[in-house]
């Protein structure tokens, strides 16, 4: 027994209780037994869960790799076939001839906005539309005194100028932003409802250019494309760039235009009221209303129109405790919708294909398969694949084996490479990308499990707040440390990787993910410490480092006369070279000629560059005059500050007889009159003369008036008003005073008012400008229908028999005869 135990290690004792010792070799043979059981079925269950994981992985690559090539398929046939691959072609983007403008609500959802809630109010005011046809409601459900405030002056501010807007507010946020919706739903007249978000801005021509597709009576919804005006702030910011492009630019195109479902992005587009109702309406069953009321109308039938050419500016949220409540709503609320309406989606009447899309890819795999892949594939399996298999000396076999390459390495880099496609100038940080996005897949996933399963608090809705910042922010190591919030996931599993790589290494595990370890780790303990957005390794904007104005900051525009466009300089043609008609830029690629005589698609005759029907020679008569200078007046006003002992009315009368007597200047060399017609025109007698001259300027007086009797009378200036009302004061002040010192004496006047004083004119002179501009569109469209019915009569008369046509012309040719 001695070499036995000896053998065993069992020392001398043994020899003298052989059976104890014997006893507990049993059992240390029976423990390795067990452990060895234990590792085997832990590889087995490792082996199964990587086999899992690598065949979702294979389910991501392939919808993600679907929706790239459709994108590059369909951009690459559009380019050389437009009229018959571009999918918003599919739609009329263009109005058509005697098409009805339909009334349009701009709804402005917000809750404690104060930084951005006054810039959208003056953005969607200052949208191009209609006036009769406008309106701008904000729903405010703010409970900071602040915010009301400024929501206040914002709407007091533009009801002045004549913008139909009001504010609605509930005693509860009950529904929250659906909630609020649905309320007023049932009293909206419009026939579309515009929705924008505080942290947009929405471009001026935003409605004109969307609210043509809803001629097709099959449109529900038509959502513009978001880009983003402080990509530039942080890394953290570009990071959140490259996911919104490939889901922007990517996702919701291909879908579009494969005839897939997409959802309305919640801002940034226009819904019919009629598709809403038909819908359901609003519904606050879940944190994504809009993705909810996108899929019903889906399943009723609607069509959606995804506009890749009308931008929707919007801000991105630069603090990452706010960013993380939105990741957190956007990743519970399509596990949450996807509970609840499985059924109705696998009762409806979509074809087969459709329905598998929605319920495999669309919900099963882009919303929660991605999740699950990025987190426990690359921060748990991986390591512990790596960890306990993978070394320097081991076999190919056995690496291979545990290690499927394709799965972990070769295909995430294709789908990587295929979202950074869509955001070009931000390849270089294609790996941060990656890690950042590893580290919120502990958050997107454990709040999609809590949609998916119900779970309590999974209706928690929390405003991403705004910061209206658009300009690079320099580190602040106090304000940073004084925003430290702690995570207590994030930290455990950065630690975790942390200590893994430090273990890898000690046993000699590629150094290629140690290195990935480490890293993966810190980015973790950055995010766990809510450091992301200081974490910056991205440099100001080269216009920053030079002390230039920012470029993409919004132009400042008048406030006074927000309505009208800022003037802009006469371009000299070349001579012969004809002025060609400009309308409002539209989607559509192709020129629709039966639709050009629409009133929102035809462009202004005149020979200025703004947006009315009047020319430049006019157009002095809306600016407010500086004494000194020249200004033409109104009816009731003609005569104005002088220049050089001329009144301006009769240089006004003057300059109507040039004009009336040059009306012959342009025609050919044969019809001037030759010098013997110009001596005999000056040896005529000088009363002669002037009674000519007057029968010119009387008869151009009349054609005046016959072509303008019915255009609506222009506004005054701020400064003709303030003439007109205090012109018989002055006068009554100084009756031996000529008509030139009543005006001069008024100028001094008016250029001696302050701003505040000046305020109550201008600000009459900006109503009687809103009330000009929408006589204006009405006189247009009326001209509009008396030109079409010209036309109509025109075509007629061409229509005649041949033999009637000629008999009149025989007619005519017996009246020239006689």
């Known amino acids: 027994a001695s070499p036995s135990c000896r053998h065993w290690g069992l020392g001398p004792m043994a020899e003298a209780e052989p059976l104890q010792h014997l006893h507990g070799v049993a059992r240390r043979l029976l423990d390795a037994s067990l452990t060895a059981q234990a590792e085997d079925i832990f590889v087995l269950l490792l082996e199964v869960l990587v086999g899992f994981a690598s065949f979702t992985s294979c389910l991501v690559a392939v919808d993600k790799l679907y929706l790239y090539y459709s994108t590059v398929f369909y951009k690459v046939m559009a380019l050389i076939w437009p009229d018959s691959w571009e999918p918003t072609l599919r739609y009329p983007g263009r109005w058509k001839r005697g098409a009805k403008i339909p009334r349009v609500l701009v709804q402005l959802p917000m809750f404690n906005e104060t930084h951005v809630a006054a810039r959208i109010i003056d953005y969607a005011c200052k949208m191009e539309y209609p006036r009769d046809k406008f309106e701008v409601q904000v729903l405010d459900d703010s409970t900071d005194a602040e915010t009301r405030a400024v929501v206040d002056a914002a709407i007091d501010k533009w009801r002045a100028l004549g913008i139909t807007i009001e504010a609605i507010r509930r005693t509860n946020r009950q529904g929250y932003k659906a909630g609020a919706m649905h309320e007023v739903h049932d009293a909206i007249k419009g026939e579309f409802i515009a929705i924008f978000d505080a942290d947009f801005l929405p471009e001026p021509d935003f409605l004109l250019r969307t609210i043509p597709y809803f001629q097709d009576k099959n449109v529900g919804f038509v959502q513009g494309r978001w880009t983003y005006l402080n990509a530039d702030e942080s890394l953290f910011c570009r990071y959140q760039e490259i996911c919104l492009n490939a889901h922007i630019k990517c996702e919701q195109y291909a879908r579009f235009s494969t005839g897939n479902f997409f959802n309305f992005n919640g801002t940034g587009g226009v819904w019919r009221k009629a598709c809403i109702d038909d819908a359901g309406g609003w519904n606050a069953r879940t944190l994504v209303e809009d993705m909810d009321l996108s899929l019903r109308a889906f399943l009723k039938g609607w069509q959606f129109v995804w506009v890749y050419d009308v931008e929707c500016p919007n801000e991105i949220p630069s603090d990452y405790k706010a960013y993380r409540k939105q990741q957190r709503r956007w990743s519970c609320g399509p596990m949450q919708l996807w509970a609840a309406a499985r059924q109705s989606v696998s009762e409806s009447s979509l074809p087969t294909l459709h329905k598998a899309y929605l319920n495999i890819f669309f919900f099963g795999v882009r919303m929660l398969a991605t999740n699950v892949i990025s987190f426990t594939f690359y921060s748990v399996l991986v390591p512990l694949l790596l960890l306990e298999y993978v070394q320097e000396v081991e076999m190919e076999e ?228 500086k004494p000194g200078e020249e200004s033409d007046v109104d009816e009731e006003y003609e005569e104005g500050p002088v220049k050089d002992g001329e009144s301006a009315g009769a240089k006004k009368r003057k300059n109507d007889s040039d004009e009336s007597s040059d009306d012959g200047d342009d025609d050919d060399e044969e019809d001037k009159p030759k010098p013997k017609a110009k001596a005999k025109a000056a040896a005529e007698p000088k009363e002669k003369k002037q009674s000519k001259a007057k029968e010119v300027k009387e008869g151009g007086k009349k054609k005046r008036a016959k072509k303008d009797k019915d255009a609506p009378k222009r506004g005054s200036s701020a400064y003709l008003l303030f003439m007109n009302a205090n012109r018989a004061r002055i006068k009554e002040s100084n009756p031996d005073a000529s008509v030139t010192d009543v005006v001069k004496m008024g100028a001094a006047e008016w250029k001696d008012l302050d701003a505040e004083a000046r305020a109550p004119w201008e600000e009459k002179a900006a109503a009687d400008k809103l009330r000009y501009d929408r006589e204006m569109k009405e006189y247009k469209t009326q001209t509009a229908a008396a030109k079409q019915a010209d036309d109509s009569s025109d075509d007629e008369e061409d229509d005649e028999p041949p033999a009637k046509s000629k008999a009149k012309e025989s007619g005519d040719d017996d009246d020239d005869d006689d």
């Open 398 to 625: 056995t690496h291979h084996r545990f290690m499927p390459w394709w799965a972990i390495v070769w295909m995430p880099l294709l789908v990587t490479f295929s979202t950074m496609a869509f955001s070009p100038n931000s390849f270089h940080f294609m790996i941060l990308y990656v890690m950042y996005e590893n580290a919120m897949s502990i958050l997107k996933l454990g709040a999609s499990l809590e949609g998916l399963l119900g779970l309590k608090g999974a209706m928690t809705w929390t405003v991403t707040q705004k910061l209206g910042a658009q300009a690079s922010r320099s580190f602040d190591l106090q304000k940073v440390l004084k925003q430290i919030s702690f995570f207590g996931k994030e930290m455990a599993v950065g630690a975790s990787l942390i200590a893994a790589a430090f273990y890898g290494y000690s046993i000699g595990t590629s150094w290629v993910f140690t290195v990935y370890f480490a890293t993966q780790g810190f980015i973790f303990v950055i995010f766990s410490l809510s450091l992301v957005e200081a974490f910056n390794l991205q440099p100001p904007p080269e216009w920053q480092l030079l002390g230039l104005p920012d470029p993409n900051a919004p132009p400042p525009k008048d406030e006074e006369q927000p309505l009208s466009k800022r003037k802009k300089a006469k371009k000299k043609r070349p001579n012969g070279k004809k002025k060609g008609k400009r309308g409002y830029e539209t989607v559509r690629s192709v020129s629709l000629e039966e639709d050009d005589d629409h009133e929102l698609n035809r462009a202004d005759d005149d020979d200025d560059d703004d947006d009315d029907d009047d020319d430049d020679e006019s157009e002095g008569e809306d600016e407010d005059f």
